[in-house]
Nanobody, 117 residues
Framework: QVQLVESGGGLVQPGGSLRLSCAAS????????MGWYRQVPGKQRELVAAITNGGSTNYADSVKGRFTISRDNGKNTVTLQMNSLKPEDTAVYYCNMKFTYARGDYWGKGTLVTVSS
């Protein structure tokens, strides 16, 4: 089992920045992808950004150039730096870990990001 704990959400004005962090603990296979997803009421959860243990990244088109995902493999942490935030970025953000070669797809409880003036 893997536990994921997110931190860093909150209220920010449009154009501002926030940094989300997620720490994973438990039985973790080295080959994995960590990512951030977000969800607003009435809509499906969507991928924001993901990063493999090798450092390959994938971003949603809506956040390219504004958000940066990074990870520390030694500490099993992933960070999402969010700049130039827009009201449409308001959502609950969830941390995710998927194993590459083993069964395992884990979620954190989520952290709320609100972008509003």
């Amino acid at each position: 089992q893997v536990q994921l704990v997110e931190s860093g959400g909150g209220l920010v004005q449009p154009g501002g920045s926030l940094r989300l962090s997620c720490a994973a603990s438990g039985t973790i296979f080295r080959s994995n992808t960590m990512g951030w997803y977000r969800q607003v009421p009435g809509k499906q959860r969507e991928l924001v950004a993901a990063i493999t243990n090798g450092g390959s990244t994938n971003y949603a088109d809506s956040v390219k150039g504004r958000f940066t995902i990074s990870r520390d493999n030694g500490k099993n942490t992933v960070t999402l730096q969010m700049n130039s935030l827009k009201p449409e970025d308001t959502a609950v953000y969830y941390c995710n870990m998927k194993f590459t070669y083993a069964r395992g797809d884990y979620w954190g409880k989520g952290t709320l990001v609100t972008v509003s003036s």
